[in-house]
Nanobody
């Protein structure tokens, strides 16, 4: 049974930074990616960033490029998301996931989510 445990959410003022981490346990061998998705208030879930488990290749949604960095520690099955220059548009519930492909439809396992709130 796969379990994803997120940590690091919280509240920060606009322009600030937050760092998220997600530790995976169980058999995630079939998943090609680990990543982060978020659900802004009143909106649908959207992909934020993914990282390939095989070669470390990354994907970012346009609105976070240059501000967010996804990284991994393969030995620990852990993925990180460093978020800088945060804006109110980044507010939402952030979910760690394992994915077959980098899209909301590609999610194979979800974490429980961690809240990120940016105040202006």
């Amino acid at each position: 049974q796969v379990q994803l445990v997120e940590s690091g959410g919280g509240s920060v003022q606009a322009g600030g930074s937050l760092s998220l981490s997600c530790a995976a346990s169980g058999d995630i061998g079939s998943s090609n990616y680990m990543g982060w998705l978020r659900q802004p208030p009143g909106k649908e879930r959207e992909r934020v960033a993914c990282i390939s488990r095989s070669n470390g290749g990354t994907y970012y949604r346009d609105s976070v490029k240059g501000r967010f960095t996804i990284s991994r520690d393969s030995a620990k099955n852990t993925v990180y998301l460093q978020m800088n220059s945060l804006t109110s548009d980044d507010t939402g519930m952030y979910y760690c996931a394992t994915l077959k492909y980098c899209a909301t439809t590609g999610v194979e396992h979800w974490g429980q989510g961690t809240q990120v709130t940016i105040s202006s």
